[in-house]
């Protein structure tokens, strides 16, 4: 079975508190951008064992870490399947805030619930999904979901942005680990929530619907600022850093023309 592991853009991500358990409590709107995927193929085979291969971008990680590697040991685990053989395409850049480990750790579940005939529904698919990382619930569901608690928390939420480009760029060799964003956050609860910030007209945007993790990640990596900035004066109505960071986006009533350093991943869609 062969799936497309699309990535997502967050619009708006409040970081609200730190928990007790040392997790921080969010809130942000999780967007599928369906043009920008890795590919993931699972096969059944003999035995028990999990055979993993990793073609494209080279991400620098041991294959029993590998988040498609796991989602297929916890899936083993809780229902005495037997072994697959795994092989991933990838395709979007990691240490991105894209979600892209999660998408393909949620295709490697979806895929084994229909190899061998599981019959798991979506919640529960989603709360497996959880198991493996905050945001990896998101990909279950192919609708934009408004998250709360870590982000598997999720109600879905009407983005309707049909007509609109969708760019996303990333500086190739600038990325934002988990540790680093939090480690300079300071929690705050806002004002509005997103829910009514997003009701707006896309316009209004901008002025009002913020991720909390750039200010601190923009001054520690001041190319990741400057591609926001470069997305604005390109004319996108709205532009933020996605997730963690380090990719932005631009959302535009045309497709762009974008003038980015060349050390630049892009990718431009069609919403």
């Known amino acids: 079975m062969i799936l ?16 007790e358990d040392g997790y921080h409590e969010l809130e942000t709107v999780m967007l599928g951008v369906k043009g920008l995927y890795d590919t993931v193929e699972v096969e059944p085979i003999d035995g028990n064992d999990i055979i993993f291969t990793s073609h494209g971008i080279v991400v620098d990680c041991p294959a029993e870490k590998n988040l498609c590697v796991r989602a297929a ?15 991933l395409d990838k395709r979007v850049p990691f240490g991105a805030g894209l979600g892209g480990g999660s998408s393909d750790a949620t295709a490697v579940i979806v895929a084994i619930n229909d190899i061998f005939n599981l019959r798991i529904s979506k919640p529960d698919l989603a709360s497996l999904a959880a198991e493996l990382g905050s945001d990896t619930p998101f990909f279950v569901y ?5 998250c709360t608690g870590r982000g598997e928390i999720m109600e879905p939420i009407e983005i309707n942005l049909r007509g609109y480009w969708l760019a996303v760029a990333k500086p190739i060799n600038e990325g934002v680990s988990t540790a680093e964003a939090y480690s300079g956050i300071v929690p705050k ?25 750039e200010p601190h990640i923009f001054a520690a990596h001041p190319a990741i600022a400057t591609l926001k900035q ?33 050390d630049t991943f892009v990718h431009i869609e069609q919403m």
Request: aromatic fraction near 8%.
């Open 4 to 19: 497309k592991a699309y990535c997502k853009i967050n619009i708006g991500l409040h970081v609200v508190r730190k928990r």
């Open 73 to 87: 040991r916890l899936m083993q685990q809780r229902y005495n399947i037997g072994g697959v053989a795994i092989t």
């Open 142 to 146: 192919d609708t934009p979901q408004l």
């Open 189 to 213: 609860m806002p004002a509005r929530g997103l829910r009514e910030l997003l009701a707006g007209d896309i316009t209004t945007w901008q002025q009002s619907v913020a991720n909390d993790f």
């Open 230 to 262: 470069s997305m604005l004066e390109a004319g996108a109505t709205y532009a933020a850093m996605s997730g963690s960071g380090a990719a932005v986006f631009g959302i535009f009533k045309h497709m762009p023309t974008l003038h980015l350093p060349n």
